[in-house]
Structure formats: structure tokens, C-alpha cells
Nanobody, 111 residues
Framework: QVQLVESGGGLVQAGGSLRLSCAASGSSFIGWYRQAPGKQRELVARISPGGSTNYANSVKGRFTISRDNTKNTVYLQMNSLKPEDTAVYYC?????????WGQGTQVTVSS
């Protein structure tokens, strides 16, 4: 069973940075997802248990996903943030489990 809790969102100006954390018990592929108002939820980045990563084209070069297996935590470092990055960010397994969506954490980027 996997339990996931997101934290670290906030309000930041365009060009700024934030780091999100996901407390993820269990060892599995973990993804960071986001949902902007009026849009479908999308996969932003994912990481394997061994640390291999993949990114959506829209965040490649700006976001970095990493994990610390000793702390059961997956991070999303977000740099050079843009207003279009504004969304609720969620972590989940990859592929996502329908029963594992949490509350998410709001990220708002002002222009």
C-alpha cells in the first residue's frame, strides 16, 4: 500500500523557485502531476525506484524530480517558474492509482 502526502506549494513571482515534497511510503515509480483551472490533470515528471527520470516537454530544463529513499520522500525542484505553471500539484504512483490522490499543494506564479 502506498501513502502520499504533498507539501511545499506557495505563491511566487515569475522566474522564482519552489521545491515540493512528497512523503511516499513504499517503493515504486512516483510521478508529480498538476491540474490547472479548467484543464485536465497532466503528468509533469516521474522517477523510477532507481532514480531514472522523465519530464513533460513544458517543464524540461526547469524542473528536477529526485528522491531520497532513506526518507521515503520525492522532491520536485521547480526553477524559472512561469504563470502557466500555476496549478494544484499532486504526487501519485506512476501510473497513477485512482485511490491514491491526495489534497495536492497549490502553486501560484504571479506575473
Amino acid at each position: 500500500q502506498v501513502q502520499l502526502v504533498e507539501s511545499g506549494g506557495g505563491l511566487v513571482q515569475a522566474g522564482g523557485s519552489l521545491r515540493l515534497s512528497c512523503a511516499a511510503s513504499g517503493s515504486s515509480f512516483i510521478g508529480w502531476y498538476r491540474q490547472a483551472p479548467g484543464k485536465q490533470r497532466e503528468l509533469v515528471a516521474r522517477i523510477s525506484p532507481g532514480g531514472s527520470t522523465n519530464y513533460a516537454n513544458s517543464v524540461k530544463g526547469r524542473f528536477t524530480i529526485s528522491r531520497d529513499n532513506t526518507k521515503n520522500t520525492v522532491y520536485l525542484q521547480m526553477n524559472s517558474l512561469k504563470p502557466e505553471d500555476t496549478a494544484v500539484y499532486y504526487c501519485n504512483t506512476y501510473p497513477a492509482r485512482t485511490d491514491a490522490w491526495g489534497q495536492g499543494t497549490q502553486v501560484t506564479v504571479s506575473s
